[in-house]
């Protein structure tokens, strides 16, 4: 049934167990505590702080908490996803632990808060539905338009083509969407001449790009300096991103929301398209 991190760092799956399946209904990954120097650069596991439903056949299911060290890949941060281990990298999208889809595990027949989940089949089990998720909310963001139906544009080249049986999942997203749109309206149901303005000035941006995209020329750059500023336009955060492109190094101020904005992470290599009137000034992709 693969392998579990901890107690120890491998153990075989229990015999005599129950089989079961725990969905996560809460959970929290983020590094190891590691004392006053801080993580190391390379994580060799995470920790996770979760509240479990676990489903037995023929049983009750039951509501368990509890916090145990688990595989990278539950951590959906970064650009580069992580493999099935913390030595392998994932270049397909990731979206970490999926709370509908569950994990595999069996239970201790006499400690029911005691159970072993197989990470490797529940990897396995993510990977088709990870892929079905990144299709269905490029074609939601598509379908949607406005600025980040432009952004969408440099999204993952591996994403595929959406698929008929994505249909549901994409109009239940797209349901989603809108019922968050409605509340954020109700709470500024009032015009706000700053945020009219600031919406103004992101589509201003968002042209500007376009036009770089298709009158540019396209270079490959690096990411050699981000910096979360604190400023706001709007309601969007600014990041601060410093690219190196053929030898010289143009800043660029994202205004385009955190989702986009994690992509150029330091050290990152992205396309990038400069301007042809001023070459200071450049559209990032992917």
């Known amino acids: 049934m693969g392998f579990e991190l901890g107690p120890k760092l491998f153990r075989n799956a229990p015999r005599?167990?129950?089989?079961?399946?725990?969905?996560?209904?809460?959970?929290?990954?983020?590094?190891?505590?590691?004392?006053?120097?801080g993580a190391p650069e390379v994580e060799t596991s995470m920790h996770l702080a979760v509240t479990w439903r676990v489903e037995v056949p023929g049983r009750e299911p039951y509501s368990l908490r509890e916090e145990r060290s688990v595989p990278n890949w539950l951590d959906p941060g970064g650009i580069v996803g992580n493999g099935n281990r913390w030595y392998k990298v994932r270049v397909?999208?990731?979206?970490?632990?999926?709370?509908?889809l569950g994990v595999p595990c069996v239970v201790n027949p006499v400690d029911p808060t005691d159970i072993?989940?197989?990470?490797?089949?529940?990897?396995?089990?993510?990977?088709?539905v990870w892929e079905r998720e990144a299709r269905v909310r490029r074609e939601a963001t598509r379908r949607e338009g406005g600025i980040d139906a432009v952004l969408s544009r440099f999204s993952h080249p591996l994403i595929g083509k959406l698929r008929p049986d994505d249909e549901p999942y994409v109009e239940a997203e797209l349901e989603r969407r809108k019922a968050f749109q409605r509340d954020v309206t109700a709470n500024f149901s009032h015009s706000n001449p700053v945020l009219d303005a600031s919406h103004n000035e992101i589509k201003r941006r968002i042209d500007d790009l376009e036009r770089i995209q298709n009158e540019g020329r396209k270079f490959s750059a690096v990411v050699v300096s981000r910096v979360e500023s604190?400023?706001?336009?709007?309601?969007?955060?600014?990041?601060?991103?410093?690219?190196?492109?053929?030898?010289?190094?143009?800043?660029?101020e994202h205004v385009f929301g955190?989702?986009?904005?994690?992509?150029?992470?330091?050290?990152?290599?992205?396309?990038?398209?400069?301007?042809?009137?001023?070459?200071?000034?450049?559209?990032?992709?992917?």
């Open 16 to 37: 005599g167990w129950l089989s079961a399946r725990a969905y996560a209904e809460g959970h929290r990954v983020s590094s190891h505590h590691y004392g006053s120097e």
């Open 92 to 100: 397909r999208p990731q979206f970490g632990l999926m709370k509908e």
């Open 116 to 128: 072993w989940i197989d990470w490797d089949q529940a990897y396995k089990e993510h990977e088709p």
């Open 230 to 252: 604190g400023r706001k336009l709007g309601l969007m955060p600014v990041v601060d991103l410093v690219f190196e492109v053929e030898g010289r190094r143009v800043a660029f």
């Open 258 to 286: 955190p989702r986009h904005a994690k992509r150029y992470t330091v050290g990152a290599r992205v396309d990038v398209w400069v301007d042809p009137l001023d070459p200071d000034n450049l559209c990032p992709g992917k």
